[in-house]
């Protein structure tokens, strides 16, 4: 017994050995992640799934994705609890390109080392209790295009050296104790377009440069000390007229309140500033507003010119001709004044008349100087708050669709904030973008403006429980949901199906064979269509049967093994009855509309029966038109029923068989057509 035992202990000694030595020699990544285990989360609650012995790119660390190589890429913790700190080991994981630790209560500063991840995109530090300076070496990452870096306790000035980062897109450090001037640098990024430095100490101008980025459409700097003319940059005038200029054309996208030092014209709420101050519209202001006190003892940033303060030698003194510039200066802002009401005005009517206009960030904002505890809390599980206020995509306690909650943060990174190079189509209603979530999965976002979606919010959340309930196969899965009041839109996140459309393989020209689809491939996809409907129409314990009311070609999807998926299922249950209207008129012009529609109004199983063998008749022809088959049918004749393409390579009976399904199901009479289970059973599939 006494042998078996030392046995038994020599065994587990050897173990640890090799684990010790697996960890240190076998795999540098593994060491850095335990490394970083032990950082973030000391007291080991969360992240017991991080063990030397598992496998990071197994799926054994929770939170952790690797690459196509076996490298980590990935690391989402965010709202884990984690109390930790950020371990310099972190450097390590050198093909990192999202890390995401957003919504926990990390404390300690951000360790330097974070430089050298120079494949990261994506760093998300925000909403935690990190402390310290900002790294100046975070300037080298040249991959980084977010940075999130808000509702800290992050102190001293913003570091120039962040002017460097040309792909940075988001740069959000609001709500910390930063001090100094706004780095002129920052108008180097020229790829910015979300820029919130609001809820700080920041004290200077606000340097010309950051007027002038083209693609800056959000630009909050709300409560800060700020002082001087508020940049006007350059007017443009075209042959449609003016066009307005530096940070007036940002609209509500430009957030400046609470900051008694600054003027400027074209803003109805700040007043016109001295001619002193119109002629520099740039000139720095280093030591911050005077007070009765003095001067804020605050220090000078690097981006600061101390030569330029006034001195005994070089400060302005009075002259006779002063009064005469005084009038001067009064007549051209009165005047500069009335070409900056006209252009924005001109702005105005042009911005109003775009849906799909730059954010609208004045309706349902709260305000960012609440507590964390209250800003992370949302009023209704349908409004998401911007991402500057934090986030809380649903009610945590109601609803049960938590799972599925998105927020619009992660949206804009997934699809690189509606870039158009991600665009996949577009219609009256609604545009759906590709996009990639932080476990490298791709998606497809289908956007829907808030006026297209049902007023009542109790009837939203019931079409939202239904889509999530849908699952099966040949039915698009719908991966979650974002609402968005400040964008006064909803998000759908599908998962992305490869090939695309059934209608891209009809009609194919004689050179694109490879869209050719053969027999065998034909024969199944018009199966797991019909197997698709037939779920929809069914009654399961987890879902209520449910009427497609849109199937045609361009809502069968086919992925890379050209299994064909249902898109759109559910989604009228979510639209406001105009919209579904509206969009009758194309099923209708493509002949997918059961005749039945035009005297009840009303769409039944039925309905999805006679688009069902309509499509049956395009995928047998590979022609979109098949308005004169039911005939040729009806008669016999198959002569041109079948695509030419393929050659003569099918099966004629098979052929024939099918089309007399396709017949059955588009009677005119929606009585005699099958129910859906009995085309499936004919076409000898299973349920």
Known sequence: MACFLLLRLLLLV????????????????????????????????????????????????????????????????????????????????????????????????????????TELTDLYLNVNNLSGVIPAEIGHMASLQV????????????????????????????????????????????????????????????????????????????NNSLSGSVPFGNLSISLFGSVPFGLQRLNEGFQFQNNTGLCGIGFSTLRACPSADLTNPNRPEPYGPRSSAGLFHREIPQSVDPSRNCNDSNCFKPSNSSSTTIIISIIAIVVGGMISALVAFVWYRRRKQKISSALELAEGRISTDKPK????????????????NG????????????????????????????????????????????????????????????????????????????????????????????????????????????????SDFLDVNDDEKEKVLDWSTRVSIINGIAKGIEYLHSSRSNKPSLVHQSISADKILIDQNHVPKLAGSGLHKLLADDVVFSALK?????????????????????????????????ILT????????????????????????????????????????????????????????????????DC
């Open 14 to 117: 050897l173990l640890s050995l090799a684990s010790v030595f697996q960890l240190g020699n076998g795999n540098p990544e593994l060491r850095a992640l335990m490394e970083l285990r032990t950082a973030l989360d000391p007291e080991g609650r969360f992240l017991s799934s991080w063990t030397p012995a598992g496998d990071p790119c197994r799926g054994d660390f929770e939170g952790v994705a690797c690459n196509e190589h076996g490298k980590v890429a990935n690391i989402s913790l965010q709202g884990k609890g984690l109390s930790g700190s950020i371990s310099p080991a972190v450097k390590e994981l050198r093909c990192l390109s999202g890390l995401y630790l957003h919504y926990n209560s990390l404390g300690g500063e951000i360790p330097r080392e974070i430089a050298n991840l």
């Open 586 to 618: 194309a099923s209708a012009a493509m002949g997918y509309l059961a005749p039945e529609y035009a005297t009840t109004g009303r769409f039944t199983e039925k309905s999805d029966v006679y688009a069902f063998g309509i499509v049956v008749f395009q």
């Open 373 to 388: 505890e209250l800003i992370r809390k949302s009023a209704s599980p349908l409004i998401n708050l911007e991402y500057s």
């Open 391 to 502: 986030w809380d995509p649903l009610d945590k306690s109601s609803n049960g669709l938590t799972n599925f909650g998105f927020n619009l943060e992660e949206v804009e990174v997934a699809t690189r904030y509606f870039s158009e190079a991600n665009l996949l189509g577009k219609s009256n209603f609604d545009s759906t973008y590709k996009g990639f979530l932080r476990d490298g999965s791709a998606v497809a976002v289908k956007s829907i403006a808030k006026t297209s979606c049902k007023s009542e919010e109790a009837e939203f959340l019931k079409g939202l429980k239904t889509l999530t309930s849908l699952q099966h196969e040949n039915i698009v899965g719908l991966k979650g949901f974002c609402c968005s009041k400040g964008r006064g839109e909803c998000f759908l996140l599908y998962d992305f199906v490869p090939n695309g459309r059934l």
């Open 147 to 222: 940075l999130q870096l808000c509702y800290n306790q992050l102190t001293g000035s913003i570091p120039t050296q962040l002017g460097s980062l040309k792909k940075l897109t988001v740069l959000a450090l609001q709500s910390n104790q930063l001090t100094g001037a706004i780095p002129a640098s920052l108008g180097d990024l020229s790829e910015l377009v979300r820029l919130d430095l609001s809820f700080n100490w920041l004290f200077g101008s606000i340097p010309v440069r950051l007027a002038q980025l083209a693609r800056l459409s959000v630009f909050d700097v709300r």
């Open 622 to 685: 590979g022609r979109t038109r098949v308005s004169h088959l039911r005939l040729s049918t009806d008669s016999g004749d198959l002569g041109d029923l079948v695509d030419e393409k393929l050659g003569g390579a099918f099966s004629a009976a098979e052929a024939a068989r099918l089309a007399g399904i396709a017949l059955v199901c588009t009677g005119d009479i929606a009585s005699q057509r099958p129910a859906m289970a009995a085309v499936v059973q004919e076409l000898g599939g």
